[in-house]
């Protein structure tokens, strides 16, 4: 429970208030001491304790009170390690073995960013082979983010009722199976009904790795490892962009392999999570108490669990006497500090997608290309540099992680975001001003009822899905202009057959479909990895591991997979809508549009993210007791935290159940 000591302003008299896991509060009576007696604030912002009520001294004070601001706080049951054992060997003993379930875990997430990352190079291949229209390129970008928006919604009541990691198993397997269609795929339909399958994979991986991650980890490793996971999306994609530069090489099927290669890593994960325990704080939860205790003496690699185990158990074991009825979202939005909780963590996954950043990682190629990088190989290997600026980007976030916080990361990161985001928009906004000019008119009568016809600048004839721009270069300049209609069953050529990309070689006419030759094409790719080293640190990983860790349990699996889910919808909108966007509004507009959406995210973060940093798990619910947008930058700071009976002492000076 958690415990508000206050005084009753009529009798005078001291008074608790008890707040309830299922957000039932009671007014009674302090009729016992208080339990602590807070003196002053250390450097670190954290309370030093002096004696307990029968006057005894408080045994490694720093472990009871918790400052979530405090930059050096460590877990309740570290601290009761190293006092009860006197050992040293770490917080909670060797933690190569959660390093272990980190690593096999996080294939999940190298194959959700390995999946999500491949088709940006096979589109550029698939598009010329299976001659895809526009329609069918965001289909098969947009199936599989679909799908793993409807697994992710469902993996809440798999997570709840079978474990983690049975679904982890599940995701593993689904993926393998997915692959495997991927790369015998004969037709586009096909193709289309394997990227589904992998977006199943993806959804139920997206919301249990990180859960899995955060309930199996010390407080003290537990932003760092779910981090990880993070980092092997980007990974993922990564390798995903080399496979793709590789296997370009190849004069037909070379998008096979591409696609096909996802079933090895999901076939290590698999055999691996065989032999890998379950979360301890599901098997509590499901009443499998012995099997909880091994498993968490096996994760900490030391014999003293107790304080740690104790405090779980007591947790769960007051939710389920106190927990109300009925299904357990409807239980989250009839609790205030679960709905909170949940409205933060949605939001955080919404403004994710909304900054573009699966736009930025589908479409990069094609970004390239339209940024003036004519060969697809050279713009397949472009868009591996700046997967691996997200690599490389992601890891300095894992090491910011526990050293600045959740909080400062992720504003730092959005709003750099939003800046890189307008010097991208600027980038393509200067090359539609340089855009050059239409110089050749067809004169044949059939042309001219196209529309291509009457553009007079490359910039409007490329926003057209059925017009490309034939041209010629002598040295920097353009000349021998055309719109011309391209040819339906191949966007690499134009219907009339004056260009394409097969004659370049011959007749020196260039082909460009979807972009135009612009000497500022280096702005756009500046753009692309100062994005990619703002959005990487932070918004990237910070809003998955955040909401591995704000949830009650009895609450977790629900509100990731409501989470998860939310990030899915939106990046099915984001993905789906990006060239028809682009379309409307040009491509910088589309960019300054992203730009603004991130901008309102950096004040959402501001007024609704409180800092987790170094709390166990079952503490942070308590930063969600006061109204919603006061448990950031105005209302958060001034909480601590005194573990009692495993449960807390909430000491701050306003608390309120009230929206």
Known sequence: MYIKDGVDRTSQRSIAYVISPTCKVYRAPLTRPRVCDPVKAD???????????????????????????????????????DGDSGTAAGHDGSPKFVYLLAFFSALGGFLFGYDTGVVSGAMLLLKKELNLSALWQELLVSSTVGAAALASLAGGFLNGSFGRRLCILLASFIFSAGGIILSVAPNKEVLLFGRLVVGLGIGIASMTVPVYIAEVSPPHLRGQLVTINTLFITGGQFIASVVDGAFSYLNHGGWRYMLGLSAVPAVLQFVGFIFLPESPRWLLQKGHSEQARQ????????????????????????????????????????????????????????????????????????????????????????????????????????????????????????????????????????????????????????????????????EYCMLDPNCGFCYRENGSKIMSSSCDPVDPANTEEAASGRCSNATQASTDAFWAYNYCPTPYSWIVLLGLILYLAFFAPGMGPMPWTVNSEIYPLWARSTGNACSAGVNWICNVLVSLTFLHVAEFLTYYGAFFLYSGLALLGFFFVLGCLPETKGLMLEDIETLFSRKLCTCGAFGGQNVHYVRVNGGNCLSDEDMSDGE
């Open 295 to 458: 498993v968490l003496t096996h994760i900490r690699a030391t014999e003293n669990v107790n304080e740690e185990y104790d405090s779980i158990k007591s947790i769960i074991e007051e939710e389920e006497r106190e927990s109300g009825r009925g299904p357990v979202l409807w239980r989250i939005l009839t609790c205030a500090p679960a709905r909170r909780a949940l409205i933060v963590g949605c939001g955080l996954q919404m403004f994710q997608q909304l900054s573009g950043i699966n736009t930025v990682m589908y479409y990069s190629a094609t970004i390239l290309q339209m940024a003036g990088v004519r060969d697809d190989k050279m713009a397949i290997w472009l868009s591996a540099a700046t997967a691996f600026t997200n690599f490389l980007f992601t890891l300095v976030g894992v090491w910011l992680v526990e050293r600045v916080g959740r909080r400062k990361l992720t504003l730092g990161s959005i709003i750099g975001t939003a800046i890189s985001l307008s010097v991208l928009a600027m980038g393509f906004l200067l090359s539609a001003q340089a855009s050059p000019p239409v110089t050749i008119h067809p004169s044949d009568p059939s042309s001219l009822n196209s529309t291509c016809t009457h553009y007079g600048f490359c």
């Open 43 to 81: 450097e670190n912002g954290g309370l030093e304790l002096r004696t307990m009520a029968d006057g005894r001294k408080v045994e490694d004070e720093r472990s009871l009170i918790r400052a979530p601001y405090a930059s050096t706080r460590a877990s309740a049951a570290a601290a009761a390690t």
